[in-house]
Every structure is written in C-alpha cells, then in structure tokens.
C-alpha cells in the first residue's frame, strides 16, 4: 500500500522551530520529487514551497527561503522539513507529495500524504 504520512506539526511560539516528517511506504522515495505544500485558513493549497529531488536539488519558495530546509534519509525512506524562525503567516497545513516531475504544480504529484497542522501563536 502506497502511503505517505506527515507528522511534527503542533502549536509553537513565534520565532520557534518545528520539524515535520514525511515518512513513504509501499514506494522508494529515491524514484520521486518531495514538494512540501500547506494550506492555510481559508485559502486554497497553492504551489511547492519547497522541493527535494533525490540528485539533492532543492528549491525554496522565496517567502520560506533561509527559514525552511528539507532533506532527505534515504534509509528511512523519509523526509523531513525544518522550520525555523516560525512566523504567524506560517499557519496553515503542511502536506508532502510525492511526484516522478520536478515541478510546483500539486496537479503533477501522484501520492499525498494526509497533512499535518502547525500553528504559530503567543
């Protein structure tokens, strides 16, 4: 069964730091493109804001840029994104997807994992 699940979203203060994980099952991540995306109150899932590809390239949407890193364990068929200095905007549900593109558009990814929520508040 493929499957990809999120998970280390919570509650946390501005200017704190989270690290989600998207773990793969029933696939090798290595055949795959990562795009992290989020979806924040009220507003529609919009494209990658952040990608890993197994070469090691990455791509950082300008807004996340210096905040957010995303990496890869190959072993644990696993990925994860750090998130640093969390802003109030940062909000929203962060989802992985899997995709044999590198590209932004959610349309190209093929396997979605169920999302995980942050929240930046005092």
């Known amino acids: 069964q493929v499957q990809l699940v999120e998970s280390g979203g919570g509650l946390v203060q501005p200017g704190g730091s989270l690290r989600l994980s998207c773990a793969a099952s029933?696939?090798?991540?290595?055949?795959?493109?990562i795009g992290w995306f989020r979806q924040a109150p009220g507003k529609e899932r919009e494209g990658a804001i952040c990608?890993?590809?197994?070469?090691?390239?990455?791509y950082y949407e300008d807004a996340v840029k210096g905040r957010f890193t995303v990496s890869r364990d190959n072993a644990k068929n696993t990925v994860y994104l750090q998130i640093n200095f969390l802003k109030r905007e940062d909000t929203a549900v962060y989802y992985c997807?899997?995709?044999?593109?590198?590209?932004?558009?959610?349309?190209?990814?093929?396997?979605w994992g169920q999302g995980t929520q942050v929240a930046v508040s005092s």
């Open positions: 029933g696939f090798s991540l290595d055949n795959y493109a």
């Open positions: 990608m890993s590809n197994s070469d090691g390239s990455t």
């Open positions: 997807a899997a995709s044999r593109y590198w590209s932004i558009n959610p349309k190209d990814y093929d396997y």
